[in-house]
């Protein structure tokens, strides 16, 4: 009898103390085990699920060992908790879409900004706010925007990797030796970057304004002058960038592997 006494006698499975430890202790069996795992302090379960839930709201938790969802039951809260409940979860909703679309505005308006500073410096400062003060604001609100959209967009337009393939293939013509096991195009480590394209295309009409004064200086029209200073930029650039490139390439294919010095000991030493 003793014995039936003590199997049935309640066993805590998080704090392992038994029901005669605490008389006071209010119990529960929230799940379908049985046994050793049956039984649970009240006070126990509730610093488990506070352990386990930590920032979650209404979830009932499961058993660890059998699986089983705990029902949870809330007390009735007022028409005031119930309110700033409900409008905390449609903040906590409606935040990333507004965080979104204030990212989205940001981006516009400093295109807008980016546009804007960009007409000035290529055709210049007094020229560029009369051309933007006649303009129509529509226009302008969607025509300043796509500046840096193109400049972007022109960026990664790849032509020197066409002029490098059109060298190789005349150096496939000239020296059949070298050439016949060319790597791919694409170098090591070069890959389109995107905040190296991105600053590449945004520095582009500041580069190209300040070439065009310092080399084309007998021209009056300072649009000119920076269409002239960029164009030279670009084919400078893309000249060196073609030169490189090929000579990567060339490097690669007459690159050589070397035997191992362990084997290359051994075949001169005759077999064993």
């Known amino acids: 009898m003793a014995l039936a006494e003590v199997q049935?006698?309640?066993?805590?499975?998080v704090c392992f103390a038994s029901?005669?430890?605490d008389r006071r202790a209010e119990w529960v069996s929230p799940c379908r085990c049985k046994g050793c795992t049956k039984w649970i302090h009240q006070s126990c379960l509730q610093r488990w699920l506070d352990e386990k839930q930590r920032g979650s709201d209404g979830d009932g938790?499961?058993?660890p060992q059998c699986g089983t969802r705990y029902r949870i039951v809330f007390p009735k809260m007022g028409p005031l908790v119930y309110f700033l409940q409900q409008l905390d979860r449609a903040l906590s909703r409606a935040s990333p879409l507004a965080a979104f679309g204030m990212l989205v505005g940001t981006a516009y308006w400093s295109a807008v900004t980016y546009g804007a500073v960009t007409v000035m410096q290529v055709v210049g400062h007094k020229k560029g706010l009369n051309m933007m003060e006649r303009a129509d604001p529509f226009f302008l609100l969607m025509g300043l925007p796509t500046i840096p959209v193109i400049l972007v967009l022109g960026k990664m337009v790849r032509w020197e990797d066409f002029l490098v393939r059109l060298w190789l293939r005349y150096s496939c013509q000239q020296q059949r030796g070298v050439s016949s096991h060319l790597p791919p195009l694409a170098a090591p480590g070069d890959h389109l970057s995107v905040s190296r394209t991105l600053c590449g295309a945004l520095v582009l009409p500041w580069i190209s304004s300040l070439l065009g004064r310092l080399l084309f200086r007998r021209v009056t029209s300072n649009l000119q002058q920076s269409i002239l200073g960029g164009v030279t930029f670009v084919l400078l650039k893309g000249s060196f960038k073609v030169y490189l490139k090929h000579q990567q390439h060339v490097l690669q294919a007459k690159r050589?592997?070397?035997?191992?010095p362990d084997h290359d000991t051994r075949d001169t030493s005759g077999p064993p």
């Open 256 to 260: 050589h592997v070397l035997d191992y």
């Open 19 to 21: 029901e005669s430890d």
């Open 8 to 13: 049935l006698e309640k066993h805590c499975w």
């Open 61 to 63: 938790g499961t058993c």
